[in-house]
């Protein structure tokens, strides 16, 4: 008989409300038992409003509760670190959101301390459960569009105002749209690619929505491992903009529209000699197969969809991006 997998959520926030939460129940097996919220009254709003049974005011006494066999991080970034190595040393696996922390060097102190303690570390990537991320993944692994060249990435658009808070103010936190988006991005251009980003430049705006020095736009050029030279396009300033990935190859282009998204929507395209075809997809719930993989995977079934080293390389990347866009350098990818 397979036992439940009680989750324990760090942080009373937006993305476990509108995304994760459901997609626990979903999950066979998997159930919410707690909450961890710094502001009490809070926690004990969001427990009662979402059904769940325990709310507490510290970490420590999450992690103390045995019904909690792992734990889901959507704090604000800074608090990433001391709150994934406090869950693993109760021994309880870890689901962290992107980007994983604020430095290599803190991912790298999340990773070890996860190891030592025999726990499962995931970073919660969702596009690659995406159906359109997978399918180009297979197309670009078949030989499909030949000898990949180039890539684009675009992914701007309006933040919500409801998401309008730290994100824009707060330096601290890892605000602005190079470690909210661009890292998304990284991430699944080594996921479709399977290569390793080697040098990054990038050129970053303020255009009024971020306070202070805080980007609200960049664009970005990653040169990869294999050769591939990636165009980056982010911001949360522009409201008709649509997403997409673009491919392009020696044999063939794909073409993928409104796929850089939480919802299970977008078309993918593959143009060769032969013309253009639009390539089927089985779309499903992105959360839902991240949670389904991250269980699997404490089961000893595999691997989360995205590790934690996968969450440091992606982090990693933004990081030089960030570094190439206060220096005006082209800056190169260190793994440390």
């Known amino acids: 008989m397979t036992r439940s997998l009680g989750w324990g959520l760090v942080g009373a926030s937006t993305i476990a409300h509108e995304w994760v939460i459901d997609a626990i129940r979903a999950v066979p097996d998997n159930e919410v038992v707690a909450v961890f919220s710094t502001d009490p009254e ?3 709003r969001y427990a009662s409003s979402h059904r769940i049974p325990s709310a507490y005011a510290s970490l420590s006494a999450l992690v103390r509760d045995p019904r909690v066999g792992a734990v889901y991080v959507s704090t604000t970034n800074e608090m990433h670190r001391t709150q994934t190595v406090e869950a693993a040393a109760a021994g309880k696996h870890v689901l ?3 980007p994983l922390a604020l430095s290599v060097a803190e991912a790298r102190k999340m990773i070890d301390a996860c190891s030592r303690a ?3 570390l995931g970073t919660n990537h969702h596009l690659r459960e995406a159906a359109s991320h997978r399918k180009i993944r297979e197309l670009i692994r078949s030989g499909a569009v030949g000898e990949p060249r180039f890539a684009k990435v675009f992914h701007a658009g309006l933040l919500p105002a409801h998401l309008q808070g730290w994100r824009l103010r707060d330096p601290r936190t890892g605000a602005g749209a190079i470690l909210d988006l661009t890292v998304h991005d990284a991430d699944a251009l080594r996921f479709l690619l ?15 929505m971020a306070s202070g020095d805080i980007e609200d736009g960049a664009m970005t ?3 990869f491992d294999d050769g591939v ?12 903009a649509r997403t997409g990935i673009e491919v392009h190859g020696s044999a063939g282009s794909i073409y993928a529209r409104d796929v850089m998204t939480q919802r299970p929507i977008g078309e993918v395209v593959l ?8 390539v089927p997809l089985e779309q499903e719930n992105l959360y839902v197969r ?3 993989a991250f269980a699997a995977s404490i089961r000893g079934e595999g691997q989360p969809s995205c590790t934690g080293e996968d969450g440091l390389r992606s982090l990693a990347t933004a990081l030089a991006a960030l570094e190439s866009a206060r220096t005006g350098h082209r800056v190169a990818v260190q793994f440390g």
């Not at 143009?271 to 639009?278: A, N, Q």
Request: with cysteine; glycine share 10%.
């Open 42 to 44: 809070r926690g004990a």
């Open 96 to 98: 962290c959101e992107k």
């Open 290 to 292: 991240t949670i389904q």
């Open 221 to 223: 050029t990653i040169r």
């Open 118 to 120: 025999g726990v499962v």
């Open 271 to 278: 143009r060769t000699e032969r013309g253009e075809e639009v």
């Open 229 to 240: 030279v990636a165009q980056l396009h982010d911001a949360f300033t522009v409201p008709f």
């Open 194 to 208: 399977g290569a390793e980003p080697v040098e990054v430049v990038t050129l970053s705006q303020q255009a009024g």
